[in-house]
């Protein structure tokens, strides 16, 4: 878990003809196990933009059981952990921005002091094909984040899509290994500026976010009126935090037994936007929806870089596509920032 510094990164190009080569090592050595790879040999298997959800849910499970206690025949209290055995996981096509909004969580779950073992667990068994973006989603805007559409950092092996194969380059030592497998050959000039200008094609978007660091813009309209007006549309659903790949919030649940002799211990996500979030001693701080959605976007653009050095904001594009009410940040930004039409 050391990217994207570490001097023990090798990389390599290569080209491949055939992405099923990948499929048939990756399920050899169990590490996608389960994974629906079919035998396909076409040139847009990976031609639309970030699935539906990030890679969060296989690191960061939604609900999971923490620990177990019983109280035994002396009635000593014993607590069990229940730190799950996790099967090596192989991701296909994951996106820059979400491998970006990955290393945020691992600054969040893996602190130096306080590692998650629940979420390392899950982390260290993960293994990253990536894919760089050749199309954008109207909805896509991790150009002006500085995330995409390229991935650069943080994955075993990258793909670049071409009409007729692909660019491979390897980054850690497995993704390194799994390339000395592939029936590849040197990749040529003319493929490497075809993949360059695919890239170059999905870096023209739609949407931005007029700066990477907006907390001077936000702190400075905490009374804005738009808070107001984005609270009568919200509908407090929290579904913006529950596929934003960055959002990290949890609560934790204590399920006692009937018989008062043993309780297990969960967490699931929980969302900024939920009452019960900012309910302290008595007292719910956020008690309406333009607070919520105010403190969410001010922590997620501002707060965030003095919590972990960047804005929490990958330019994914999900939280306006999951909308039901087609709220879209950077809408918003533009209007707080008085830069709409
Ligand atoms: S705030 Fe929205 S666009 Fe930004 S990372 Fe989260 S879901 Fe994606
Ligand atoms: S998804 Fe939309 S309606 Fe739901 S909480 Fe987020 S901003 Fe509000």
Redesign the pocket.
């Known amino acids: 878990m050391c990217w994207p510094a570490g001097q023990r990164w090798r990389y390599r190009l290569r080209y491949l003809d055939c992405f099923q080569s990948i499929a048939e090592w990756l399920h050899r050595h169990t590490i996608a196990r389960a994974l629906p790879v079919k035998p396909v040999r076409t040139s847009t298997i990976f031609c639309l933009a970030n699935g539906p959800q990030a890679i969060k849910p296989l690191t960061f499970a939604s609900q999971e059981k923490l620990w177990r206690c019983q109280r035994d025949a002396n009635g000593e209290i014993r607590f069990t952990s229940n730190e799950p055995e996790i099967e090596p996981l192989a991701v296909i096509g994951a996106r820059a921005c979400d491998i970006a909004a990955l290393y945020i969580q691992d600054q969040h779950f893996l602190h130096a002091q306080n590692k998650d073992p629940f979420y390392l667990a899950r982390r260290e068994r993960l293994f990253l094909v990536a894919v760089n973006c050749t199309h954008a989603a109207a909805t896509c805007f991790c150009a002006s984040t500085g995330d995409g559409p390229q991935v650069k950092y943080g994955y075993d092996i990258a793909l670049s899509e071409l009409d007729e194969g692909f660019i491979v380059e390897g980054r850690s030592d497995r993704g390194l290994e799994l390339m000395q497998r592939l029936p590849t050959a040197e990749a040529g000039k003319e493929q490497l500026e075809i993949a360059a200008e695919l890239i170059q094609g999905a870096a023209q978007q739609q949407r931005q976010l007029p700066s990477r660091n907006l907390k001077d813009l936000l702190f400075d309209n905490l009374e804005h009126e738009r808070w107001q007006a984005?609270g009568e549309?919200?509908?407090?659903?929290?579904?913006?935090?529950a596929v934003c790949p960055t959002c990290f919030c949890y609560r934790e649940d204590e399920n006692a037994a009937l018989d008062g002799n043993s309780s297990e211990h969960y967490r699931q996500w929980d969302?900024c936007?939920t009452q019960g979030h900012s309910y302290i001693h008595g007292l719910t701080i956020r008690a309406d929806?333009p607070k919520?959605?105010r403190q969410?976007l001010t922590h997620k653009l501002g707060s965030w870089h003095d919590q972990y050095g960047r804005s929490g904001c990958v330019g994914c594009g999900r939280?306006i596509t999951?909308?039901?009410?087609g709220?879209d940040i950077t809408e918003e930004i533009a209007a707080i920032s008085g830069e709409s039409g």
Not at 233 to 241: E, F, H, I, K, P
Not at 322 to 325: A, G, S
Request: hydrophobic share 30%.
């Open positions: 984005i549309r919200c509908l407090s659903c929290g579904n913006c935090t969302s936007f929806t919520r959605y969410w939280c999951w909308c039901p009410v709220i």
